[in-house]
């Protein structure tokens, strides 16, 4: 069955630094997504990506955040300056049109220290 | 934008009972309702989805109803057993974007 695949399934990183998180949607699918979830919440949306460009954003996806699709598989999220509070498992999904199941990867853990 | 309510926080049920959650949502033009689980160290996984056109969706022992009027839908999973423990997120869809409830632990006791 396909999947969506993220790497690194673990990121510790330090209070300033500039991390980049990866994944590789289901091939054939359009719509790519980037979501969060702080230890013990919800899921809170961030980003929307189709057609090589950013569809819709939160409130939560402000300058220090980023989104790009550089070749046909990969779609990553970086995050410029990270902070304490950007601790969180970050989950990538994607889904063919835009209303059928999104299929989310594992989820990458970022620890901020 | 879309809010999404859910209820309870936390179930704990007795083998074999069945467990029911429900969320309302804010945004009557949201026409995608999946329902998701999530085990621990995992990502959220679709196990039924009901779109706006259909009232209800049935798939083994779990179910999900949809009253569009109310803006509220529910998950009930019947006959529980100890491998349905997770956290369930209901999520609603306007166009492609997801927003979800704030999950509930459901815990089957033995």
């Known amino acids: 069955e396909p999947e969506v695949t993220q790497t690194p399934s673990h990121q510790v990183t330090q209070m300033g630094q500039e991390v980049i998180l990866r994944c590789v949607p289901i091939?054939?699918?359009?719509?790519f997504y980037w979501y969060r979830q702080i230890l013990g919440q919800k899921v809170e949306f961030l980003v929307s990506f189709y057609n090589n460009e950013i569809s819709e954003k939160s409130e939560i996806f402000d300058d220090q955040f980023s989104v790009e699709r550089p070749d046909g598989s990969n779609f990553t999220l970086k995050i410029r300056s990270t902070k304490l509070e950007d601790s969180a498992m970050y989950f990538c999904?994607?889904?063919?049109?835009?209303?059928?199941?999104?299929?989310f990867g594992q989820g990458t853990r970022l620890t901020v220290v | 934008g879309e809010n999404v309510e859910q209820h309870p926080s936390t179930l704990s049920v007795q083998e074999g009972d069945s467990a029911v959650i429900k969320c309302t949502y804010s945004?009557?033009?949201?026409?995608?309702f999946p329902w998701y689980k999530q085990e621990l160290g995992k990502g959220p996984q679709l196990i039924i989805d009901i779109r706006s056109n259909v009232g209800e969706k049935k798939d083994q022992r779990i179910a999900v109803t949809l009253n569009k009027t109310a803006k509220h839908f529910s998950l009930h999973i019947t006959e529980t057993q100890p491998e349905d423990s997770a956290v369930y997120f209901c999520a609603a869809s306007k166009y492609y974007k997801l927003s979800f409830g704030a999950g509930t632990t459901v815990t089957v006791r033995a």
């Open positions: 091939s054939n699918h359009l719509y």
């Open positions: 999904a994607s889904r063919q049109t835009g209303d059928t199941e999104a299929f």
């Open positions: 945004d009557s033009a949201s026409n995608y």
